[in-house]
């Protein structure tokens, strides 16, 4: 049995090709906003920190309609660190869109998305979106959007995948490359005709598969997924159980449903098998579980997640200035929040450390894990956090670390740098490929060799470049490699920075704070070029006397501020070094604070008497 009233797609890319202003376009072409409606570009990017930074972290359920057929659609992140949100959409739809940029083409996370959606057998319509760039390269992009097709084994039907060719920031699409069209009419049509209607069977018992969960303020856990046979109703008694748990089995009642029209929830008595709905009063639910009805309880078998390979340990904060600035301090604050975390998102793992204060926390790379670090800022709580390391495993009795595959997009007269900074990181180039001016590299990277290098390419590249990661496979260990040439300057006193001091320190290296900011012993406040770390005193002010007076210090001249993100600060991090959170503030110090201690500490190392960890 078909719904044919009823077609399921998710919206998968690289990052920034495009996904979410497709979704606008079709949201608006598809009669969900008036006529007179203020319509904000990438409706669908609701959370702050999306909006902020203008990606998609979350993926997001929508729908619109079409000659009277109702579109489910899935907005999913194109970021390789947010893999996981579309790895665990995929169960919910029958086929995928496949965006890809009319310039860049084919990118490493569109290998990665395209991959998982082979693997499900599900129906591909590939669109080739941003044609109306000046240097589009259609023929080129469509060639190879085949060859990827052709290395991932494809069968003969995705291998015969419709090609759509659109502009989703000009609202039209066309089945011809050399036309340019009026509208999303060719889209929509290709979605009803090459994308099949769910199967299933309402005569049976009800079964969904949640692949998505939130939390309501007021009704509780919001299970969503993809209602696989038989026809689920308010008030039903049902069982929660798991494929891969066998002893899951939690009775519970459908108090609320909810299915998806537009950007609102609209509450229903019954849905149907092949429609994607939301059910409310079941607390006890995580993504993976079934939702059974009594009379059949079988779990449905849900997609295995990819393991993270970044990890870092999160602490209670213990500098001088802890407890000042957030709400939630205290260590069960933290891991009540942490285990929360985990059941939301799956990419990310986290286990208890070493001590009772500290957390190990598992995710997909520094992106994925610099998120969760500002969300929880946001919402008041204050921590510290160690570098990033990757985790390593022992295959075959050989130590392996994850290898990522790398494509870099620079000018052509940046290639010998790129080429001399893979060098030093391990890499192994894979191809080089000219595109007008600039060249497209790609490289078997250590995923270890890649931290800090976004900020190195950005600068190498004076803004230019252009740069895309995705897992690769564990591979026998690369070696050492010493990624950071430089040291940090550190604060020699607690105190007031004043610009006495900071003027005699500016000379030492870039700083990262100006004048009347709070500083304490260990805590660092700027970069030494020369590689080692060096102690300086901003707060030093000039001795006065008779002769001297502090009028005078208007007369120095300080250099601008380096200004430190998040992710900044997380790149710039050694070994020895914890990043400071707080709701108001950042900042970088070190494990040891005392500069004798450190040291002593630092003399034992170069001894072997102790170990790095």
């Known amino acids: 049995m078909k719904n044919e009233k009823i077609r399921n797609i998710a919206i998968i890319a690289h990052v920034d090709h495009g996904k979410t202003s497709l979704v606008n376009e079709m949201l608006k072409q598809g009669n969900v906003f008036r006529d007179n409606q203020v319509v904000e570009d990438r409706v669908m990017d609701s959370n702050a920190l999306e909006k902020e930074r203008g990606i998609t972290i979350l993926s997001k359920n929508t729908s619109c309609e079409y000659n009277g057929v109702k579109i489910n659609i899935i907005d999913t992140p194109g970021h390789a660190d947010f893999g996981g949100e579309v790895e665990r959409v995929l169960k919910m739809v029958d086929g995928v869109l496949l965006v890809v940029d009319a310039y860049e083409g084919t990118m490493p996370q569109t290998r990665f998305v395209l991959e998982k959606a082979l693997a499900l057998g599900l129906k591909v319509i590939v669109v080739v979106n941003k044609i ?8 080129e ?3 190879e959007v085949l060859e990827l097709l052709m290395d991932l084994d494809a069968n003969d039907e995705q291998l015969n995948s419709p090609f759509v060719f659109a502009s989703a920031r000009m609202g039209h699409a066309s089945l011809d490359m050399n036309k340019v069209g009026t509208d999303f009419v060719p889209l929509f049509e290709t979605i009803l005709s090459h994308i099949p209607a769910p199967e299933g069977d309402e005569n049976v018992p009800a079964r969904m598969l949640i692949s998505s969960a939130e939390q309501n303020d007021y009704v509780g856990r919001l299970a969503i997924g993809k209602v696989d046979s038989g026809v689920l109703k308010v008030n039903d008694n049902i069982v929660v159980c798991n494929y891969h748990d066998s002893d899951k089995n939690v009775k519970g009642k459908i108090v609320q449903l909810f299915t998806f029209e537009g950007l609102k929830r609209v509450p229903a008595k019954e849905v149907a098998f092949g429609d994607i709905c939301c059910v409310a009063g079941i607390d006890d639910t995580k993504i993976g579980d079934t939702i059974c009805n009594l009379e059949m309880v079988k779990p449905l078998e849900f997609v295995k997640i990819a393991e993270p390979s970044v990890e870092m340990t999160f602490l209670v904060n213990d500098s001088p200035f802890a407890g000042k600035e957030g709400k939630f301090v205290t260590s069960r604050h933290l891991r009540d929040r ?3 975390e985990a059941v939301k998102d799956l990419s990310l793992k986290v286990s208890d450390g070493l001590t009772s204060e500290s957390f190990t926390v598992c995710g997909r790379g520094e992106m994925h894990l610099s998120i969760l670090i500002e ?9 510290q956090v160690s570098n990033p390391r990757v985790r390593f495993k022992e295959i075959d009795g050989k130590k392996c ?4 595959i790398l494509t870099v997009d620079v000018p052509a007269d940046c290639v010998g740098t790129i080429m001399n900074k893979m060098g030093v990181r391990k890499g192994e180039l894979i191809s080089m490929t000219p595109k007008g001016s600039r060249m497209k590299l790609e490289f078997y990277v250590p995923e270890r060799g890649l931290f800090g290098f976004k900020s190195e390419l950005l600068t190498d590249t004076k803004g230019e470049g252009i740069m895309g990661t995705n897992f690769y496979a564990y591979e026998p260990y690369k070696g050492e490699i010493d990624a950071r040439e430089f040291g940090s300057l550190i604060a020699h006193e607690t105190g007031e920075s004043v610009v006495y001091g900071l003027f005699n320190a500016q000379e030492r290296g870039d700083l990262f ?6 500083v304490y012993g260990g805590m660092v406040v700027g970069q030494n070029p020369k590689g080692d770390d060096l102690v300086v005193n901003v707060c030093k002010t000039k001795h006065l006397s008779n002769c001297r007076s502090s009028g005078s210090d208007e007369a120095l001249r300080l250099v601008p501020v380096r200004i430190m993100s998040l992710e900044d600060c997380i790149e710039f991090l050694a070994p020895d070094e914890y990043l400071e959170v707080t709701p108001k503030s950042i900042r970088m110090r070190k494990k040891i604070l005392d500069h004798t201690q450190r040291l002593r500490e630092r003399g034992k190392l170069l001894r072997g008497e102790i170990s790095v960890d």
């Open 132 to 139: 109306d760039k000046p240097d589009a390269r259609l023929a």
């Open 141 to 143: 992009v469509q060639d």
């Open 338 to 340: 942490l285990y929360k």
């Open 375 to 383: 969300n929880m800022r946001r919402d008041g709580y204050e921590f």
């Open 401 to 404: 670390e994850p290898v990522d």
């Open 513 to 518: 704070i100006g004048a009347g900011v709070p």
